[in-house]
């Protein structure tokens, strides 16, 4: 077992003296500041801390006269009287190689900054002869490809709003999401490819556009059948099918969408202006359009990619996701600081689970992110990554990376620093996470992000050092939600985050914030382990029960009822070929009591066939919850919010549970 703290890696003066961070420090006078101190002044400061993010990074617009930050949170205006656009700051670079797409079936595109500023060009104009323009919502039922990010960068150099959905995602939980919007145009595709498997949703987009009354044209791209038959997917038209008997509004093809070409303008909104509308995952209750504006995403973005992941031009940058998840919107930021993203369309594992590693080599990739759980896996497969002599950093989110990933990561790449991250769709961000001037000690997030005002609060408010706590925000970031869509007296948005402690934005994570700025994340406080008056986050259970070679998967849930108070319950999915065997059950509650607790050992362990989790990859721990305390299936969750779906049926109460012998 890896010690949580243990150095793994540290900079050399070298790559701190070429740091993006540096070079800030050094053009804003503060050459000499610790990042700690960097970090206070970015949050006592904010006004004089995000002017200089305008300025160091030149960004295309009119600044205004009027004040950077007025009001308290959550009523509060950024720069007033300004105006920008994120597709002009997204496009202004030139030269060379602006994105590059590759697929699960082998197809590779790579598209200059001429030939992306075409596309969009070509695109906007489209969009303008279908009624598009400022205000106005775009929808997208599209995967991580090309399409998908020309018709953003469209959309968004018109002042429309742009909200998408991967087709991944079932009607109902699509529906859930743009019917609140309502879109005027949707643009998606026929089905996609995913694990070696075809999946046909021409009748899916049938059933989204019917349900949709708002749109006056339906997009086609035939991305299905054009790879079927070896063509770019632009070239073909749609086939006769159930696309074509839309009921509202016009439908085309992308080639129609883009057939005539038209002086790519940008209009400039002001700072708030709504870019794009994301979702919170709607799997107990309908999502919330969270909405994000232009200047907010831009101004984060620049300071994040460049400070935090060191990105900027030359750089080329993947991460895995879908357009469904927050990461995809973070990924296409690295046109901002003029990095190339890679674009992905398929499955992490197939055909092997070397899959990511081998396209961040053959890309040249020098930032590879992904998910926690994909790091695990490689661990667990004993992978040996090969032919990544250009990557400089490797990103993990979307959960906790415990201190075994992190070492695993320094076994396999002892040049590379492994940075977890932490933020949320919320603010499209991370609040905390790592620079390229920290050390990297394992399981430990190195410190807080710049701008952001993190501390954990104890029960009474109160900020507390060392000690786990509720993840909040004393101070406002741009970035964080212009307001929630249909919520005019912002009653919903205030509900949501400041309903805990008035004025302070309340997360929902526990955190450890440590003396030296440096945090651990310990999974979600609204599914907290209370035993004997002990609160425990989740993601430390996960690191000892995941260790083992026979689990694959895990979901721990304290119900505190069930006949008898307290009670904690462990649900594991088993690797291929092991069994739920006496031995493993105690060796498992042996591992917990020793190496955490007695208090963390489960009443009750149960092999199930998977662990539920959202599209982007969470552990449903809430639901399940809900589940066990009599809540009906059908009502804890949205199985269209939902990966796996089916598995919630092996959490009813009634099935039997393996009782653990004492260790």
């Not at 160091?56 to 950024?78: A, I, K, N």
Request: with cysteine; net charge negative; aromatic share 10%.
């Amino acid at each position: 077992m890896v010690a949580e703290g243990a150095l793994l890696w540290e900079p050399t003066e070298e790559i701190v003296k070429r740091a993006k961070l540096t070079r800030y420090k050094e053009s804003i006078g503060k050459a000499g500041a610790d990042y700690e101190d960097l970090w206070r002044w970015s949050v006592e400061r904010p006004e004089e801390f995000w002017t200089s993010i305008w300025d160091h990074f030149q960004v295309v617009g009119e600044r205004g006269d009027g004040p950077v930050l007025s009001g308290t949170m959550p009523d509060v205006e950024w720069f007033a009287g300004s105006s920008l656009n994120y597709a002009e700051n997204a496009l202004r670079h030139s030269g060379g190689t602006a994105v590059v797409f590759v697929s699960e079936d082998g197809a590779r595109q790579e598209i200059s900054h001429d030939e992306l500023r075409e596309e969009v060009a070509r695109v906007r104009a489209g969009l303008a002869r279908l009624g598009v323009g400022r205000g106005d919502r775009v929808a997208a039922y599209l995967p991580n490809i090309p399409q998908a990010l020309v018709a953003f960068l469209a959309t968004a150099s018109l002042g429309a709003i742009w909200s998408a959905g991967s087709p991944d995602f079932g009607v109902a939980s699509i529906v859930d999401r743009f019917r609140q919007i309502e879109p005027k145009v949707l643009i998606a595709v026929d089905g996609y490819r995913y694990n070696g498997k075809a999946y046909d949703r021409s009748e899916a987009v049938n059933e989204i556009a019917a349900a949709l009354p708002s749109l006056r044209a339906t997009v086609w791209i035939p991305y299905l059948s054009a790879a079927a038959e070896g063509l770019p997917p632009q070239r073909a038209e749609p086939a006769p099918g159930p696309a074509r008997a839309v009921p509202h509004g016009e439908v085309i093809g992308w080639e129609g969408l883009r057939a005539e070409s038209g002086p790519l303008e940008f209009e400039r909104v002001p700072f708030g202006h709504p870019l794009w509308i994301l979702y919170s995952s709607g799997t107990t209750g309908l999502p919330k359009p969270i909405v994000h504006g232009h200047g907010g995403v831009v101004l984060e973005h620049l300071k994040s990619l460049s400070f935090h992941q060191d990105l900027g031009e030359g750089d080329v940058f993947f991460w895995y996701t879908t357009t469904g998840w927050m990461m995809w919107n973070y990924l296409i930021g690295a046109l901002l600081v003029g990095a190339v993203p890679v674009l992905y369309d398929g499955s992490a594992a197939h055909p092997s689970p070397a899959t990511l590693w081998r396209i961040a080599a053959s890309e040249g990739v020098t930032y590879f992110g992904v998910g926690a759980p994909y790091i695990m896996a490689s661990l667990k497969a004993g992978l040996h990554p090969e032919g990544l002599e250009r990557l400089r950093g490797v990103g993990s989110t979307g959960s906790p990376l415990p201190p075994e990933g992190f070492a695993w990561v320094h076994e396999e790449l002892p040049e590379v620093p492994i940075g977890s991250f932490s933020g949320g769709t919320d603010v499209c961000t991370g609040f905390v996470g790592a620079t390229i001037t920290h050390p990297i000690r394992a399981g430990v997030i190195p410190c807080r992000s710049l701008g952001a005002a993190v501390e954990a609060y104890d029960p009474e408010g109160r900020p507390v050092t060392g000690e786990v706590g509720e993840l909040v925000l004393t101070r406002p970031m741009p970035s964080m939600p212009v307001m929630f869509w249909n919520d005019p007296d912002g009653a919903r948005y205030r509900d949501s985050y400041f309903d805990v402690y008035p004025g302070v934005w309340r997360h929902g994570d526990w955190i450890r914030v440590d003396e030296d700025g440096s945090c651990v994340i310990y999974g979600r406080s609204d599914s907290t382990l209370n035993r004997g008056g002990v609160r425990m986050g989740t993601s430390e259970f996960y690191r000892v029960v995941e260790r083992f070679e026979q689990v694959a998967d895990s979901l721990v849930i304290d119900t505190g009822v069930l006949g008898q108070e307290g009670r904690l319950l462990l649900y594991v999915t088993l690797a291929e070929g092991a069994e739920m065997t006496d031995e493993l059950t105690r060796a498992l509650c042996a591992a917990l009591r020793d190496e955490l607790s007695p208090r963390h050992v489960p009443n009750e362990i149960r092999a199930v066939p998977g662990i539920p989790r959202t599209l982007s990859g969470k552990k449903l721990e809430v639901p399940v919850r809900k589940i066990l305390l009599g809540t009906p299936v059908e009502q804890a969750a949205n199985p269209d919010a939902m990966a796996n779906p089916e598995v919630l049926e092996h959490f009813r109460p009634s099935d039997p549970l393996r009782e653990p012998e004492q260790a």
